[in-house]
């Protein structure tokens, strides 16, 4: 079954959904490819925690960032702070610290390039998880029934944009899949590493500027356009 495409309007992402049952689970852009999602009782932030670095791209507003604290910190369930790459459009390091001491019972994933800069306080006693993995290769995580699997897949652009190590992940939540691929490109490569998940998808979320270089695989294995 392909998925139906939508668009949120201003922003720099695509989402290629599914309809989703609202009460089962939420999916809220933030800023750029930064989105939250929830079940109601567990939440996922993804690339959320950035502010204005590169002063081009939108960035999620001190309100928006105090509201997220805010909400998640009263829920019981799970709180996974996702990073795909240390890009500044993306991540901030200062902004993770301030959440992961704000909210106890928090956890952060991300590469290496992004968690190396984060306090040892929060490295040493397992809320920060940096999985070692190769090009085009995954590895998988579980947190009280949530499933995240990472992927290593090579980040879209030229030099020296493309030199950063991007993780795509892919969100096993309340038996919906979410794929988001931070910058990754639509290269022969990456595609390989994600095809077999690619019937089990029922959202995706992916760099707006990736619609036209995926258009073909889009069409003929994820959108019903």
């Given at each position: 079954?392909?998925?139906k495409?939508?668009i949120?309007?201003?922003?720099?992402?695509l989402?290629?959904?599914?309809?989703?049952?609202?009460?089962?689970l939420?999916?809220q852009?933030?800023?750029n490819?930064?989105?939250?999602?929830?079940?109601?009782e567990?939440?996922?932030?993804?690339d959320?925690?950035?502010?204005?670095?590169f002063e081009?791209?939108?960035?999620?507003s001190?309100?928006?960032?105090?509201q997220k604290k805010n909400e998640?910190?009263?829920h019981?369930?799970?709180?996974?702070?996702?990073?795909t790459?240390?890009?500044?459009?993306?991540?901030?390091?200062?902004?993770?610290?301030?959440?992961?001491?704000?909210?106890?019972?928090s956890?952060?994933?991300?590469?290496g390039?992004a968690?190396?800069?984060l306090?040892?306080q929060?490295?040493?006693?397992?809320?920060?998880?940096?999985p070692q993995?190769?090009?085009?290769?995954?590895?998988?995580?579980?947190?009280?029934?949530?499933?995240?699997?990472?992927?290593?897949?090579?980040?879209?652009g030229?030099?020296?944009?493309?030199?950063?190590?991007n993780?795509?992940y892919?969100?096993?939540?309340?038996?919906?899949?979410i794929?988001h691929?931070?910058?990754?490109?639509?290269?022969?490569?990456?595609?390989?590493?994600?095809?077999?998940?690619?019937s089990?998808?029922?959202?995706?979320?992916?760099?707006?500027?990736l619609?036209?270089?995926g258009?073909?695989?889009?069409?003929?294995?994820i959108l019903?356009i």
């Open positions: 079954m392909k998925l495409l939508e949120f309007k201003g922003a720099s992402l989402l290629f959904s599914s309809l989703l049952n609202a009460q089962e939420q999916i852009y933030l800023a490819m930064g989105v939250s999602i929830s079940n109601g567990s939440f996922i932030l993804v959320a925690l950035f502010d204005n670095e081009t791209f939108d960035a999620p001190e309100e928006i960032l105090k998640t910190a009263k019981e369930g799970q709180i996974i702070i996702l990073g790459h240390f890009h500044g459009d993306h991540y901030n390091t200062q902004l993770t610290e301030e959440y992961l001491d704000l909210i106890p019972k956890v952060f994933i991300g590469p390039e968690t190396k800069e306090s040892n929060f490295k040493s006693n397992s809320r920060v998880y940096s993995i190769d090009l085009y290769g995954q590895y998988t995580f579980s947190f009280d029934g949530i499933e995240i699997t990472a992927f290593n897949l090579n980040h879209m030229n030099l020296p944009w493309k030199e950063a190590i993780y795509g892919l969100i096993n939540i309340n038996n919906k899949k794929l691929l931070g910058d990754a490109s639509f290269s022969e490569d990456n595609l390989k590493a994600i095809a077999r998940y690619n089990e998808i029922d959202v995706a979320i992916v760099h707006f500027s619609l036209e270089e258009k073909d695989y889009l069409s003929g294995n019903e």
